[in-house]
Protein backbone atom coordinates (compact mmCIF):
# COMPACT_ATOMS: atom_id res chain seq x y z
CA UNK A 1 0.00 0.00 0.00
CA UNK A 2 1.47 3.31 1.18
CA UNK A 3 5.09 2.58 1.69
CA UNK A 4 6.22 -0.82 -0.29
CA UNK A 5 4.44 -3.61 2.14
CA UNK A 6 0.02 -5.54 0.58
CA UNK A 7 -17.27 -3.62 -0.24
CA UNK A 8 -19.94 -2.87 0.22
CA UNK A 9 -23.73 -3.35 0.21
CA UNK A 10 -26.16 -3.12 3.26
CA UNK A 11 -29.92 -2.43 3.95
CA UNK A 12 -30.77 0.86 4.76
CA UNK A 13 -33.09 -0.06 7.32
CA UNK A 14 -31.12 -2.16 9.60
CA UNK A 15 -31.06 -0.92 13.56
CA UNK A 16 -28.08 1.12 13.41
CA UNK A 17 -26.37 -1.37 16.17
CA UNK A 18 -26.09 -4.05 13.14
CA UNK A 19 -23.18 -4.78 10.76
CA UNK A 20 -23.51 -3.77 7.31
CA UNK A 21 -24.80 -6.81 5.70
CA UNK A 22 -22.73 -9.68 3.73
CA UNK A 23 -24.05 -8.49 0.72
CA UNK A 24 -21.73 -5.75 1.84
CA UNK A 25 -18.45 -8.02 0.75
CA UNK A 26 -20.27 -9.05 -2.35
CA UNK A 27 -21.42 -6.10 -4.75
CA UNK A 28 -19.84 -4.19 -7.06
CA UNK A 29 -20.93 -1.50 -9.05
CA UNK A 30 -22.00 -2.24 -12.66
CA UNK A 31 -19.78 -0.44 -15.22
CA UNK A 32 -20.11 3.07 -16.03
CA UNK A 33 -22.10 3.50 -19.50
CA UNK A 34 -19.46 5.65 -21.10
CA UNK A 35 -16.42 2.99 -20.14
CA UNK A 36 -18.62 -0.10 -20.85
CA UNK A 37 -19.67 1.11 -24.74
CA UNK A 38 -16.36 1.73 -25.68
CA UNK A 39 -14.80 -0.35 -28.03
CA UNK A 40 -11.54 -2.25 -26.51
CA UNK A 41 -8.31 -1.88 -28.03
CA UNK A 42 -6.95 -5.32 -29.31
CA UNK A 43 -4.29 -6.74 -26.80
CA UNK A 44 -0.19 -6.05 -27.80
CA UNK A 45 1.73 -9.47 -28.86
CA UNK A 46 4.57 -9.80 -26.78
CA UNK A 47 7.81 -12.37 -27.70
CA UNK A 48 7.62 -13.65 -24.28
CA UNK A 49 3.96 -14.67 -23.81
CA UNK A 50 4.70 -18.20 -25.00
CA UNK A 51 7.98 -18.26 -23.06
CA UNK A 52 7.60 -21.70 -20.32
CA UNK A 53 7.67 -19.98 -16.61
CA UNK A 54 11.85 -20.79 -16.67
CA UNK A 55 12.71 -19.06 -19.55
CA UNK A 56 10.28 -15.97 -18.48
CA UNK A 57 11.80 -16.18 -15.02
CA UNK A 58 15.51 -15.25 -16.97
CA UNK A 59 13.57 -12.35 -18.49
CA UNK A 60 14.59 -8.81 -17.20
CA UNK A 61 11.87 -6.60 -16.14
CA UNK A 62 13.07 -3.92 -18.42
CA UNK A 63 12.45 -5.97 -21.29
CA UNK A 64 8.61 -6.77 -20.62
CA UNK A 65 7.66 -3.46 -22.65
CA UNK A 66 5.02 -3.13 -20.98
CA UNK A 67 2.32 0.25 -21.24
CA UNK A 68 -0.82 0.87 -19.08
CA UNK A 69 -2.89 1.72 -22.21
CA UNK A 70 -2.27 -1.34 -23.49
CA UNK A 71 -3.32 -3.34 -20.63
CA UNK A 72 -6.58 -3.70 -18.51
CA UNK A 73 -5.09 -1.48 -16.18
CA UNK A 74 -5.61 1.43 -18.47
CA UNK A 75 -9.94 0.99 -18.82
CA UNK A 76 -9.74 0.48 -14.99
CA UNK A 77 -7.81 4.02 -14.35
CA UNK A 78 -9.94 5.40 -16.76
CA UNK A 79 -12.83 4.66 -14.76
CA UNK A 80 -11.10 6.13 -12.06
CA UNK A 81 -11.05 9.34 -13.52
CA UNK A 82 -14.43 9.02 -14.64
CA UNK A 83 -15.38 8.71 -11.09
CA UNK A 84 -13.39 11.41 -9.77
CA UNK A 85 -14.83 13.65 -12.85
CA UNK A 86 -18.50 12.99 -11.44
CA UNK A 87 -17.20 14.40 -7.85
CA UNK A 88 -15.93 17.31 -9.36
CA UNK A 89 -12.69 16.35 -8.35
CA UNK A 90 -9.49 18.33 -11.12
CA UNK A 91 -6.86 15.03 -10.61
CA UNK A 92 -6.05 12.21 -12.48
CA UNK A 93 -2.97 10.90 -10.97
CA UNK A 94 -0.94 8.70 -13.72
CA UNK A 95 0.03 5.19 -13.18
CA UNK A 96 2.83 3.04 -13.98
CA UNK A 97 4.40 -0.10 -14.17
CA UNK A 98 6.20 -1.03 -10.97
CA UNK A 99 7.25 -4.21 -8.75
CA UNK A 100 3.96 -3.81 -6.49
CA UNK A 101 1.04 -1.58 -5.15
CA UNK A 102 2.49 1.29 -3.49
CA UNK A 103 1.57 5.32 -4.28
CA UNK A 104 5.20 6.84 -3.40
CA UNK A 105 5.53 9.93 -0.94
CA UNK A 106 5.58 13.07 -2.92
CA UNK A 107 4.56 11.89 -6.24
CA UNK A 108 0.62 11.82 -6.41
CA UNK A 109 0.51 8.67 -8.87
CA UNK A 110 0.21 5.25 -8.76
CA UNK A 111 2.38 2.15 -8.95
CA UNK A 112 1.05 -1.20 -10.51
CA UNK A 113 2.27 -4.45 -10.04
CA UNK A 114 3.71 -5.75 -13.61
CA UNK A 115 2.02 -8.84 -13.46
CA UNK A 116 -1.57 -6.85 -14.17
CA UNK A 117 -0.27 -5.78 -17.29
CA UNK A 118 -0.89 -9.47 -18.96
CA UNK A 119 -2.64 -12.84 -18.37
CA UNK A 120 0.62 -14.70 -18.46
CA UNK A 121 1.81 -12.60 -15.82
CA UNK A 122 -0.51 -13.28 -13.82
CA UNK A 123 -0.29 -16.80 -14.28
CA UNK A 124 3.09 -17.11 -13.33
CA UNK A 125 2.37 -14.58 -10.46
CA UNK A 126 -0.05 -16.76 -8.91
CA UNK A 127 2.16 -20.03 -9.60
CA UNK A 128 4.92 -18.39 -7.64
CA UNK A 129 3.17 -16.39 -4.94
CA UNK A 130 -0.31 -18.21 -4.93
CA UNK A 131 -1.90 -15.48 -5.75
CA UNK A 132 -2.22 -12.61 -8.04
CA UNK A 133 -2.74 -9.47 -6.06
CA UNK A 134 -5.58 -7.83 -7.92
CA UNK A 135 -6.08 -10.53 -10.53
CA UNK A 136 -9.27 -9.74 -11.35
CA UNK A 137 -11.10 -6.96 -12.22
CA UNK A 138 -12.90 -6.05 -8.99
CA UNK A 139 -10.31 -6.53 -6.91
CA UNK A 140 -8.47 -4.48 -9.02
CA UNK A 141 -10.20 -1.68 -8.47
CA UNK A 142 -10.57 -1.73 -5.08
CA UNK A 143 -7.04 -1.47 -4.81
CA UNK A 144 -6.74 1.37 -7.66
CA UNK A 145 -9.46 3.01 -5.58
CA UNK A 146 -6.87 2.83 -2.21
CA UNK A 147 -4.06 3.70 -3.92
CA UNK A 148 -5.78 6.76 -5.51
CA UNK A 149 -7.15 7.77 -1.93
CA UNK A 150 -2.75 8.63 -1.17
CA UNK A 151 -2.68 9.92 -4.38
CA UNK A 152 -5.12 12.46 -3.69
CA UNK A 153 -3.83 13.04 -0.17
CA UNK A 154 -0.17 14.15 -1.83
CA UNK A 155 -1.91 16.00 -4.83
CA UNK A 156 -3.77 18.12 -1.93
CA UNK A 157 -1.62 18.50 1.08
CA UNK A 158 -4.71 16.45 3.47
CA UNK A 159 -2.21 15.31 5.62
CA UNK A 160 -0.64 18.59 6.64
CA UNK A 161 -4.13 20.07 7.48
CA UNK A 162 -5.44 20.48 11.41
CA UNK A 163 -8.64 19.01 10.69
CA UNK A 164 -7.40 15.86 9.24
CA UNK A 165 -5.21 15.15 11.52
CA UNK A 166 -7.55 15.52 14.13
CA UNK A 167 -9.86 13.01 12.71
CA UNK A 168 -7.18 10.35 11.11
CA UNK A 169 -4.63 11.04 13.42
CA UNK A 170 -0.56 12.00 12.68
CA UNK A 171 0.75 11.05 9.21
CA UNK A 172 4.45 10.81 10.80
CA UNK A 173 3.72 7.93 12.66
CA UNK A 174 5.85 4.87 12.25
CA UNK A 175 4.45 2.16 9.90
CA UNK A 176 4.58 -1.53 11.79
CA UNK A 177 4.46 -4.54 9.30
CA UNK A 178 2.65 -6.62 12.37
CA UNK A 179 0.14 -4.30 13.62
CA UNK A 180 -2.94 -6.21 15.50
CA UNK A 181 -6.06 -5.43 14.32
CA UNK A 182 -9.26 -5.54 16.20
CA UNK A 183 -12.01 -7.14 14.06
CA UNK A 184 -14.81 -5.67 16.28
CA UNK A 185 -13.67 -2.26 16.26
CA UNK A 186 -16.51 -0.14 14.53
CA UNK A 187 -13.81 3.01 14.25
CA UNK A 188 -12.52 1.99 10.95
CA UNK A 189 -13.91 1.42 7.53
CA UNK A 190 -13.82 -2.02 5.84
CA UNK A 191 -12.48 -2.04 2.46
CA UNK A 192 -9.63 -4.05 1.72
CA UNK A 193 -8.39 -7.37 3.42
CA UNK A 194 -6.72 -7.77 6.57
CA UNK A 195 -8.81 -4.64 8.80
CA UNK A 196 -6.18 -2.15 6.66
CA UNK A 197 -7.22 0.94 7.66
CA UNK A 198 -6.31 0.51 11.22
CA UNK A 199 -2.67 0.02 10.36
CA UNK A 200 -1.81 3.36 10.09
CA UNK A 201 -3.62 6.99 9.82
CA UNK A 202 -2.90 7.60 5.66
CA UNK A 203 -4.11 3.97 5.31
CA UNK A 204 -7.25 4.70 7.64
CA UNK A 205 -7.93 7.93 5.00
CA UNK A 206 -6.85 6.29 1.95
CA UNK A 207 -9.38 3.03 2.97
CA UNK A 208 -12.09 5.61 3.67
CA UNK A 209 -11.80 7.39 0.40
CA UNK A 210 -11.94 4.02 -1.31
CA UNK A 211 -15.17 3.74 0.24
CA UNK A 212 -16.84 7.30 -0.44
CA UNK A 213 -16.05 7.08 -3.73
CA UNK A 214 -17.54 4.08 -4.86
CA UNK A 215 -20.52 4.70 -7.12
CA UNK A 216 -23.73 4.18 -6.04
CA UNK A 217 -22.27 3.76 -2.37
CA UNK A 218 -24.82 3.93 0.60
CA UNK A 219 -22.44 4.21 3.10
CA UNK A 220 -24.55 6.36 5.53
CA UNK A 221 -26.98 3.60 6.13
CA UNK A 222 -24.19 1.08 5.86
CA UNK A 223 -21.91 2.94 8.20
CA UNK A 224 -25.15 4.37 10.79
CA UNK A 225 -24.33 3.78 14.52
CA UNK A 226 -20.09 3.03 13.76
CA UNK A 227 -17.82 5.80 14.70
CA UNK A 228 -16.07 5.30 11.33
CA UNK A 229 -19.35 7.13 9.25
CA UNK A 230 -18.02 10.23 11.16
CA UNK A 231 -14.32 10.01 8.93
CA UNK A 232 -16.99 9.55 5.98
CA UNK A 233 -19.05 12.56 6.48
CA UNK A 234 -15.25 14.29 7.08
CA UNK A 235 -14.27 12.87 3.78
CA UNK A 236 -17.46 13.94 2.48
CA UNK A 237 -16.98 17.42 3.41
CA UNK A 238 -13.93 17.42 2.35
CA UNK A 239 -13.87 16.52 -0.97
CA UNK A 240 -16.81 19.06 -1.49
CA UNK A 241 -14.33 22.13 -0.24
CA UNK A 242 -11.72 20.91 -3.26
CA UNK A 243 -14.04 20.76 -6.20
CA UNK A 244 -12.94 22.43 -8.67
CA UNK A 245 -9.50 22.57 -7.47
CA UNK A 246 -6.37 22.55 -8.89
CA UNK A 247 -3.73 20.48 -7.26
CA UNK A 248 -1.16 22.12 -5.43
CA UNK A 249 1.17 19.04 -6.08
CA UNK A 250 1.51 17.78 -9.75
CA UNK A 251 4.91 16.10 -9.70
CA UNK A 252 4.70 12.90 -12.76
CA UNK A 253 7.84 11.31 -11.58
CA UNK A 254 7.90 7.28 -12.14
CA UNK A 255 9.23 6.09 -9.21
CA UNK A 256 10.67 2.65 -9.62
CA UNK A 257 9.65 1.79 -12.96
CA UNK A 258 10.29 -1.07 -14.58
CA UNK A 259 11.98 0.52 -17.57
CA UNK A 260 14.61 1.11 -15.40
CA UNK A 261 14.74 -2.57 -13.46
CA UNK A 262 17.86 -4.64 -14.47
CA UNK A 263 16.58 -7.41 -12.25
CA UNK A 264 15.56 -10.64 -13.84
CA UNK A 265 11.81 -11.69 -12.70
CA UNK A 266 13.16 -14.74 -11.07
CA UNK A 267 15.79 -12.43 -8.96
CA UNK A 268 12.64 -10.87 -7.82
CA UNK A 269 10.19 -14.03 -6.76
CA UNK A 270 13.65 -15.76 -5.14
CA UNK A 271 13.49 -12.28 -3.09
CA UNK A 272 9.75 -12.50 -2.42
CA UNK A 273 9.39 -16.35 -1.69
CA UNK A 274 12.44 -15.51 0.80
CA UNK A 275 10.39 -12.64 2.43
CA UNK A 276 6.64 -14.02 3.05
CA UNK A 277 7.81 -17.36 4.31
CA UNK A 278 7.04 -16.96 7.86
CA UNK A 279 4.26 -16.63 11.04
CA UNK A 280 1.70 -18.88 8.75
CA UNK A 281 2.21 -21.94 11.13
CA UNK A 282 -0.44 -21.32 13.42
CA UNK A 283 -3.04 -23.72 11.99
CA UNK A 284 -1.15 -26.23 10.88
CA UNK A 285 -1.78 -29.08 13.56
CA UNK A 286 -5.24 -28.82 12.89
CA UNK A 287 -5.12 -28.66 9.28
CA UNK A 288 -2.58 -32.12 9.07
CA UNK A 289 -5.47 -33.28 10.97
CA UNK A 290 -8.20 -32.48 8.55
CA UNK A 291 -6.18 -33.64 5.74
CA UNK A 292 -3.48 -36.55 6.93
CA UNK A 293 -0.12 -36.87 4.39
CA UNK A 294 -1.44 -40.59 3.42
CA UNK A 295 -0.29 -42.84 1.03
CA UNK A 296 -3.85 -41.49 -0.97
CA UNK A 297 -3.05 -38.35 -0.15
CA UNK A 298 0.23 -38.48 -1.84
CA UNK A 299 -1.34 -39.82 -4.80
CA UNK A 300 -4.37 -37.65 -5.26
CA UNK A 301 -4.91 -35.75 -8.35
CA UNK A 302 -4.99 -31.84 -8.25
CA UNK A 303 -8.53 -32.33 -8.29
CA UNK A 304 -8.63 -33.46 -4.88
CA UNK A 305 -6.61 -30.67 -3.49
CA UNK A 306 -7.41 -29.09 -0.41
CA UNK A 307 -7.69 -25.71 -1.48
CA UNK A 308 -10.30 -27.24 -4.50
CA UNK A 309 -12.51 -28.86 -1.54
CA UNK A 310 -12.31 -25.69 0.87
CA UNK A 311 -13.46 -24.03 -2.10
CA UNK A 312 -16.75 -25.96 -3.09
CA UNK A 313 -17.72 -25.92 0.36
CA UNK A 314 -16.99 -22.06 0.78
CA UNK A 315 -20.98 -21.15 0.58
CA UNK A 316 -21.34 -24.27 2.95
CA UNK A 317 -18.86 -22.74 5.38
CA UNK A 318 -20.35 -19.34 5.55
CA UNK A 319 -23.63 -20.20 6.12
CA UNK A 320 -22.59 -22.69 9.29
CA UNK A 321 -20.12 -20.15 10.43
CA UNK A 322 -22.38 -16.82 10.49
CA UNK A 323 -25.17 -18.82 11.83
CA UNK A 324 -23.14 -20.49 14.57
CA UNK A 325 -20.98 -17.28 15.73
CA UNK A 326 -22.72 -14.14 14.34
CA UNK A 327 -19.90 -12.79 13.62
CA UNK A 328 -19.48 -9.66 11.11
CA UNK A 329 -19.50 -11.55 7.31
CA UNK A 330 -15.88 -9.78 6.86
CA UNK A 331 -14.37 -11.32 9.80
CA UNK A 332 -15.70 -14.87 7.96
CA UNK A 333 -14.21 -14.17 4.80
CA UNK A 334 -10.74 -13.66 6.13
CA UNK A 335 -10.79 -16.85 8.07
CA UNK A 336 -12.33 -18.69 5.04
CA UNK A 337 -9.58 -17.23 2.75
CA UNK A 338 -6.60 -17.40 5.27
CA UNK A 339 -7.42 -21.69 5.59
CA UNK A 340 -7.62 -21.57 1.80
CA UNK A 341 -4.15 -19.71 0.88
CA UNK A 342 -2.40 -22.13 4.00
CA UNK A 343 -3.92 -25.16 2.64
CA UNK A 344 -2.40 -24.55 -0.81
CA UNK A 345 1.19 -23.32 0.93
CA UNK A 346 1.45 -26.76 2.15
CA UNK A 347 -0.59 -28.57 -0.58
CA UNK A 348 -2.47 -31.00 1.19
CA UNK A 349 -4.57 -33.31 -0.80
CA UNK A 350 -8.03 -34.97 0.17
CA UNK A 351 -6.71 -38.77 0.78
CA UNK A 352 -9.60 -40.38 2.64
CA UNK A 353 -13.23 -40.26 2.85
CA UNK A 354 -14.94 -36.87 2.11
CA UNK A 355 -17.25 -36.59 4.39
CA UNK A 356 -15.14 -37.13 7.22
CA UNK A 357 -12.99 -34.03 6.07
CA UNK A 358 -15.72 -31.58 5.61
CA UNK A 359 -16.38 -32.63 9.41
CA UNK A 360 -12.91 -31.70 10.13
CA UNK A 361 -12.64 -28.61 8.16
CA UNK A 362 -16.07 -27.18 9.88
CA UNK A 363 -14.79 -27.79 13.05
CA UNK A 364 -11.10 -26.46 12.00
CA UNK A 365 -13.00 -23.15 10.81
CA UNK A 366 -15.51 -23.12 14.23
CA UNK A 367 -12.13 -23.18 16.46
CA UNK A 368 -10.22 -20.49 14.68
CA UNK A 369 -12.97 -18.27 14.18
CA UNK A 370 -13.71 -17.92 17.63
CA UNK A 371 -9.70 -17.42 18.30
CA UNK A 372 -9.94 -14.72 16.64
CA UNK A 373 -12.72 -13.13 18.11
CA UNK A 374 -12.15 -14.36 21.73
CA UNK A 375 -9.04 -12.30 21.45
CA UNK A 376 -10.40 -9.55 19.43
CA UNK A 377 -7.15 -8.93 17.31
CA UNK A 378 -5.97 -10.36 13.58
CA UNK A 379 -3.04 -12.75 14.31
CA UNK A 380 -0.40 -12.78 11.48
CA UNK A 381 -2.05 -15.83 10.12
CA UNK A 382 -5.17 -13.75 8.72
Not at 226 to 234: D, I, Q, R, T, V
Not at 263 to 277: A, D, K, P, Q
Not at 326 to 344: G, S, T
Request: glycine residues 6%; aromatic residues 10%; proline residues 6%.
Amino acid sequence: MRAILSAAGGCPCKPSNEWPSAAYFRREPSPLDCLSVRARKPRPSYRWERFDDDALLRLRFRDLGLKIADSPVGADAQRLFVELDQRGIRFKPHVWFSTEWFSPDGVPGIAVPFFLGHPRLVRLERRMMGEAEGGNRRWRLRLLRHELGHAVDTAFGLRRRNDWRQVFGTASALYSRDYTARPRSRNHVLHLEHWYAQSHPTEDFAETFAVWLRPKARWRSEYTGWPALAKLEFVDQLMTELAGRVPAKRDRSLIEPLTDNNRTLGEHYRRRVYLSESGAERYDSRLTRAFPRTAASASALADNSAERLLTDLKPLLIRALLRSSRAHPYVVFQVLRAVRRRARQLDLKLGGPKREAIQKVTRLHERILADVLRRNEETYFL
